[in-house]
């Protein structure tokens, strides 16, 4: 039997620990030498509700989600017990075990909290009948009783993972490991107690009926370190120089907020929290219109109140970086949920044309790399930048080289004049500051900037059009030479990139591929998975996953579309935003794409994807409802 | 900072636009002497402004200066001011600007009272829209989109401020020119937040809060007993609402300035001992 991953599911409510036991389950098996990657599903509430986190490990690359999960520790919804609190919860004891179970692989291994749930609650969601029917191999253990001993009952989670140590032969010495290194010393011998009694009791006691287990690590070439895509794009921003951050919270967003909040003190820079998301990225601007490297961001509806500060940025040309967490919208939409229903809005919001750039990494590497390149462009080019990616990546964790963030720091401010320079430029008789002159040198775009407390580099900044001293006009032929400057330099940075060692979009599979499949941002690795699979199939087909989506990678895309027979875009939204932009962009291929697309508020799944991919070639309908398929035009 | 600038220094190539006869004009000419006298070169000052008339101020004075969005002047200028602490900032407005949209960015710049001024030119009256009222109008004062008028009670800006922690707050009026200069030299002087009100006589649109109306009905609180240290003197005067005080209302001597606390003092300037090199000294907290 070949080695498959393991794809361990914890589930309980919001507020049992599954976050942090989760986190540590995957840095183990991190540190025991497999690639690991979670998924995180949880409510929108801070106690109680379904909330589950899925850590996948193996050998191979685990980049994405898997299909299903093999094994479910289930704690149990111990707030939903709290006889106090029924009123907000009902009977919802059972609910980590049950709205778990359709997603339960044969095959897998189930565990559940026996000292938390009766016989009788077992019974009544005839849980024996399923298991037989799919063969799972369930073993309930009093994980409470086991935490109880040594003194609170919220240890369950821990007696949890020193069970599933047990049934899947995984080295309990990193789960020791972390304890010690992380809990406090009263804490500390207390979860190592319960992590061993549940070791040992699962090794001892139970009749071990599954003939599987985790994979055991071949180890790494060099050390890693386990992050999100949010820590990344912090790193990235640090490391870019960005010594300002102002904000409001706003799920899922508030992860940047917060480590940046954490870490930018340690550099000198400053962080505010503000009254609401206009007044953020009017700061941010403010701070950035000083010559300091600044950003702010918020989620969809934070970023919908942000649309006049990026006009204003847009138009006096201060660059700025404004991060978007798409979660599931409209309006309120869902809030602790992935979605990427933002493009249109991220792309054009605000009064008039859009000249901003917009980067959706796939990864936490390119996370890190794409944010540091938005400030780059943003501070070069006096343009505001916008890092869009989504609840999804923001909390999924996975392990990367600790050797890839040992980068240079950054923290040149991009086309700002020295005081020198500011002499030696061009000014109006009246002696103000040519800060918006027509015709910059070497036919670029960009023109000369001064920052407030330069000696004479005054100029006036206006949201009105205005001309090369700043000052209001409405002068026809002022207004297209400074609308086709701002507009112009879109193209200026679209030939950068392309020039550029690495390309932002990456690719899958062989390039001689007949069949293409366009992704976006967060779950182009999940795709590239799928693609994977289905070569190993004899499929013929190949995926481009695209980041730069202003200035849109043109070339690429049409590289790419005019190799392939037919293309899928898929996406995480109802109405094919990116197949949009592409036909609108490129102003052709509508009849050669169609669109996979899901917005149920869960990620794509490989096999959701090959399944899709299949539909796609062969006609037909969809297996199941969770997606939409729609077909290319015309067809 | 340079001693010998003159007001005209501040003052742009640019007419401005204003109505003849405009309250702004003493208003802005008032802002320009008081930076002036208090030694500020051109160079190292910030305009902010809004939109509306007021939102003009900044093409018409020849510092650093930006014109943004409407009601947004006060968040731009926090922003400005904590990126760079040794700049004279002034966030300039108008009534609908700062106390109808931007109202909630008032409030929360009162209590950061990070060291900036901000002059309200409050005439009472929407006026380059044409004459729609304001949030300091007068609940029976009739427009076009208030033809019943507006039978809401009008803003009391300084009660706001007063209640969000304001450390100073002045009223004055535009065409006292000399008492005007005075009371914004006090709030740019001010550690902290300076707030001042500036009662500014649209010409066009308000034949109600005009002129004549401000010269009969002012009372210099200079010819009063008003204690501005005392809070419960600045409440009742803030609150007599038969009256239009001009004057320093409230100030706070023992104000310190947001951006001089711990922690956030210096931050911009000096990258502070022990620095991170950047993020590969700190991700092996993920490992």
């Given at each position: ?242 010594r300002f951050i102002s ?17 930018l003190p340690?550099?000198g820079g400053i962080s505010e929290q503000v009254?609401?998301?206009?007044a953020?990225?009017?700061l941010a601007?403010g701070a950035?219109h000083m010559g300091v490297?600044a ?157 407030p407390g ?182 | ?43 190292e000052?910030f305009?902010v ?25 006060l968040p731009v200028g926090t922003g400005v001011k904590l990126a760079n602490p040794d700049l004279e900032v002034m966030v ?16 929360h710049a009162v209590r950061r009272n990070v060291d900036m001024s901000y ?46 922690g304001?450390t100073f ?18 709030a740019i002087e001010h550690d902290g937040f300076g ?57 706070d001597?023992d104000s310190i300035p947001y951006e001089q606390r711990e922690g956030i003092e210096g931050s911009m300037a000096e990258?502070p ?15």
């Amino acid at each position: 039997m070949p080695e498959k991953d393991l794809i361990w599911r914890i589930a309980g409510g919001s507020g049992d620990g599954i976050d942090s036991t989760s986190q540590n389950f995957a840095k183990a098996l991190m540190r025991s030498g497999l690639n690991v990657f979670t998924h995180r599903h949880y409510p929108s509430r801070i106690r109680g509700g379904h909330t589950y986190v899925e850590v996948r490990a193996g050998n191979g690359p685990t980049n994405s989600r898997g299909d299903g999960y093999n094994f479910l520790l289930t704690l149990g919804d111990s707030f939903a017990r709290n006889p106090g609190e029924d009123a907000f919860y009902g009977n919802e004891e059972t609910k980590p075990l049950t709205e778990n179970l359709d997603e339960l692989n044969e095959g897998g291994v189930l565990v559940y909290d026996e000292g938390l749930l009766d016989q009788e609650d077992i019974e009544e969601i005839e849980l024996e009948a399923r298991a037989e029917e799919n063969d799972w191999h369930v073993y309930p253990v009093d994980l409470r009783g086991i935490a109880r001993e040594h003194g609170r009952d919220v240890m369950r989670n821990t007696a949890g993972v020193g069970v599933t140590a047990a049934l899947m032969d995984i080295d309990v010495s990193y789960f020791e490991e972390l304890i010690s290194e992380n809990m406090k010393a009263d804490m500390k011998e207390a979860n190592l107690d319960v992590l061993s009694d549940a070791y040992e009791l699962a090794q001892e006691e139970i009749d071990h009926t599954h003939d599987w287990s985790a994979p055991v690590g071949d180890g790494h070439d060099e050390e890693q370190v386990l992050l999100s895509g949010s820590d990344a794009i912090s790193y990235g921003a640090l490391d870019e120089g960005c010594r300002f951050i102002s904000g409001y919270p706003m799920t899922p967003w508030t992860d940047v907020f917060t480590i940046m909040s954490q870490n930018l003190p340690k550099f000198g820079g400053i962080s505010e929290q503000v009254e609401d998301e206009i007044a953020a990225a009017a700061l941010a601007l403010g701070a950035s219109h000083m010559g300091v490297k600044a950003m702010s961001g918020s989620s969809g509806g934070g970023f919908a109140l942000m649309s006049e500060p990026l006009g204003l940025a847009e138009m006096t040309e201060t660059p700025v970086v404004l991060v978007e967490a798409m979660r599931a919208g409209p309006s309120t939409g869902l809030p602790t949920k992935p979605e990427q229903g933002d493009l249109e809005h991220i792309l054009y919001t605000s009064q008039g044309d859009s000249a901003r750039v917009v980067f959706a990494p796939a990864n936490v590497e390119e996370c890190y790399t794409q944010t540091r390149k938005a400030f780059e462009i943003a501070y070069n080019y006096q343009i505001p930048a916008i890092v869009a990616y989504d609840q999804k990546l923001q909390g999924e964790l996975r392990n990367v080289p600790e050797s890839f963030f040992d980068e240079e720091p950054n923290s040149d401010p991009g086309s700002v004049l020295t005081e020198d320079e500011i002499a030696e430029a061009a000014h109006h008789a009246s002696g103000k500051f040519k800060r918006f002159q027509h015709d910059p040198e070497d036919g670029s775009n960009v023109s000369p900037r001064s920052v407030p407390g330069q000696k004479d580099g005054r100029f006036l900044a206006t949201g009105n059009e205005h001309n090369e001293v700043g000052h209001i006009s409405e002068d026809p032929e002022n207004r297209v030479i400074q609308m086709d400057r701002r507009v112009n330099k879109l193209d200026d940075i679209r030939a950068e990139l392309d020039d550029a060692e690495t390309s932002h979009q990456t690719y899958h599979g062989p390039e001689d591929a007949d069949y293409g499949i366009i992704a976006w941002g967060s779950h182009q690795d999940t795709v590239f998975e799928a693609v994977t699979r289905m070569n190993d199939n004899g499929q013929s087909v190949k995926a481009i996953g695209v980041s730069d989506l202003m200035p849109l990678a043109e070339n690429e895309l049409v590289d790419f579309l005019e190799s392939v027979e037919e293309a899928v875009v898929v996406e995480m939204n109802a109405t094919g935003q990116l197949r949009g932009l592409i036909q609108k962009e490129l102003g052709r291929y509508g009849e050669k794409m169609s669109s996979l697309l899901k917005y149920n508020g869960n990620p794509f799944e490989p096999r959701e994807i090959v399944e899709g991919f299949e539909t796609s070639v062969d006609g037909g309908e969809l297996p199941h409802t969770r997606m939409k398929y729609v077909p290319a035009a015309g067809d | 900072m340079s001693s010998d600038v003159r007001f005209t220094d501040f003052k742009s190539d640019k007419q401005p636009t204003w109505c003849p006869g405009c309250g702004d004009f003493g208003t802005m000419n008032g802002m320009m002497k008081a930076l002036a006298e208090t030694g500020n070169h051109p160079d190292e000052t910030f305009i902010v402004a809004g939109i509306g008339c007021s939102g003009k101020i900044g093409t018409y004075m020849h510092s650093y200066a930006l014109h943004g969005v409407h009601g947004r002047a006060l968040p731009v200028g926090t922003g400005v001011k904590l990126a760079n602490p040794d700049l004279e900032v002034m966030v300039a407005g108008g009534d609908g600007d700062g106390y109808s949209i931007g109202v909630g960015h008032f409030i929360h710049a009162v209590r950061r009272n990070v060291d900036m001024s901000y002059v309200v030119m409050d005439n009472r009256i929407y006026g380059l829209t044409k004459g729609q009222a304001s949030p300091t109008s007068r609940e029976d004062f009739e427009t076009s989109t208030s033809p019943d008028g507006t039978n809401q009670q009008p803003v009391n800006p300084k009660a706001l401020a007063l209640s969000a922690g304001a450390t100073f707050i002045a009223q004055s009026f535009s065409s006292d020119s000399q008492r005007h200069t005075e009371l914004v030299k006090q709030a740019i002087e001010h550690d902290g937040f300076g707030f001042v009100n500036v009662y500014s006589p649209c010409v066009t649109f308000n034949d109600v809060d005009t002129y004549d109306y401000f010269r009969d009905s002012i009372v210099d609180l200079e010819d009063t007993e008003h204690d501005s240290s005392s809070f419960d003197q600045a409440k009742d005067r803030i609150l007599e609402s038969e009256k239009e005080y001009i004057g320093v209302l409230y100030q706070d001597d023992d104000s310190i300035p947001y951006e001089q606390r711990e922690g956030i003092e210096g931050s911009m300037a000096e990258i502070p001992d022990g620095a991170p090199d950047g993020a590969t000294d700190l991700v092996r907290e993920f490992y």
